[in-house]
């Protein structure tokens, strides 16, 4: 079956655009998650949305981050004014159970 | 943050030898999980030890853990070159997943 897809899979920006990450979780997956993961360090957990509730946005680094999960499917995270520490491979994952899921990032690279 | 911290941060071996790598947490947990990825991309989910177990198994992977040391350690019996990938062990907090900063397994033919 369809995992977890994510695009675009690469994303060269210039300092102060705005980009937009999107996350197909797999079909049925309540549980939805964003991850941050700078080069040769662990993931750094950004936002989770859980079916209709209300997101848990505690992990988001700043106020130019933001993310909207439509439908309870498909999700977009948004940087705005990128800046160059932004760089990082951005990970998604779904979930039913205790399992994570991922998709295989999107690798943002803000010169 | 990061709860899990895997030990060591990188291990070469030599194909058909095993690969063993630790995980130490700070807090209570339910359950710990282990990923792996290559080619820094998406993780693939190992196995699963929730914590009232001590071991467990799945295929060439052999999964510990110790409560009350909070610790865990995977095995990987005779490695293979496609072995090669970084580990990370992963505590749930709820149902945030922490992540190490991952031990990287290099696979010699």
């Known amino acids: 079956g369809a995992g977890v897809s994510q695009s675009p899979s690469n994303k060269v920006t210039e300092k102060g655009k705005d980009v937009e990450l999107r996350c197909d979780p797999i079909?049925?997956?309540?549980?939805l998650y964003w991850y941050r993961q700078s080069l040769g360090q662990g993931l750094e957990f950004l936002i989770y949305?859980?079916?209709?509730?209300?997101?848990?946005k505690s992990g988001l680094p700043s106020d130019r981050f933001s993310a909207e999960r439509t439908g309870g499917s498909v999700s977009t995270l948004t940087i705005q004014r990128t800046q160059q520490e932004d760089s990082a491979v951005y990970l998604c994952?779904?979930?039913?159970?205790?399992?994570?899921?991922f998709g295989p990032g999107t690798r943002l690279l803000v010169l | 943050s990061q709860q899990g911290e895997e030990d060591p941060q990188a291990l070469s071996i030599q194909e058909g030898e095993n690969a063993t790598m630790n995980c130490s947490y700070k807090?209570?947990?339910?359950?710990l999980q282990w990923y792996r990825q290559n080619s820094g991309r998406g993780l693939v989910h190992l196995i699963l030890?929730?914590?009232?177990?001590r071991e467990k198994h799945s295929g060439r992977l052999r999964v510990t853990l110790d409560t009350s040391k909070k610790s865990s350690s995977l095995l990987i019996t005779a490695s293979r070159a496609a072995d090669t990938a970084s580990y990370f062990c992963?505590?749930?907090?709820?149902?945030?997943?922490?992540f190490g900063a991952g031990t990287t397994v290099t696979v010699r033919a």
């Open positions: 994952a779904s979930s039913s159970t205790e399992t994570q899921y």
């Open positions: 079909s049925g997956h309540t549980a």
């Open positions: 949305f859980q079916g209709n509730s209300a997101p848990d």
């Open positions: 807090t209570s947990i339910n359950n």
């Open positions: 030890i929730r914590s009232n177990e």
């Open positions: 992963a505590t749930d907090g709820d149902y945030k997943l922490s």
